[in-house]
């Protein structure tokens, strides 16, 4: 059975940093993207950042580029969202996903993790 478990969540100021990972259990054949995602309270899910496993490329959303980064590692069992700069409406709950063919909408992927809190103080 497939898991994905997010970590590194937590209670930082403005401007401080954090590092987001997400562990993938199991095994899941013919991974195309993997990507990070966000919720706060009372708007829509918004992707952030998404990796292309077959090339590297990333594409981010205009409200993170630049201050965030999207990475894997080599045996790609294990997704980075490195976030700096933080800002107070970056305040919310980071999911992680893994698509094996769309990687637009939360909906088009096929494994998703439960979250990690992510609360930025000013």
């Known amino acids: 059975q497939v898991q994905l478990v997010e970590s590194g969540g937590g209670s930082v100021q403005a401007g401080g940093s954090l590092r987001l990972s997400c562990a993938v259990f199991?095994?899941?054949?013919?991974?195309?993207?993997m990507g990070w995602f966000r919720q706060a309270p009372g708007k829509e899910r918004e992707r952030i950042a998404t990796?292309?496993?077959?090339?590297?490329?990333?594409v981010y959303a205009d409200s993170v580029k630049g201050r965030f980064t999207i990475s894997q590692d080599n045996s790609k069992n294990t997704l980075f969202l490195d976030m700096n700069s933080l800002k107070p409406g970056d305040t919310a709950m980071y999911y992680c996903?893994?698509?094996?063919?769309?990687?637009?909408?939360?909906?088009?992927?096929?494994?998703r993790g439960q979250g990690t809190q992510v609360t930025i103080s000013s």
């Open positions: 990796i292309y496993t077959d090339d590297s490329r990333t």
């Open positions: 996903a893994v698509g094996i063919s769309g990687c637009r909408t939360w909906e088009e992927y096929n494994y």
């Open positions: 199991g095994y899941i054949p013919g991974v195309y993207c």
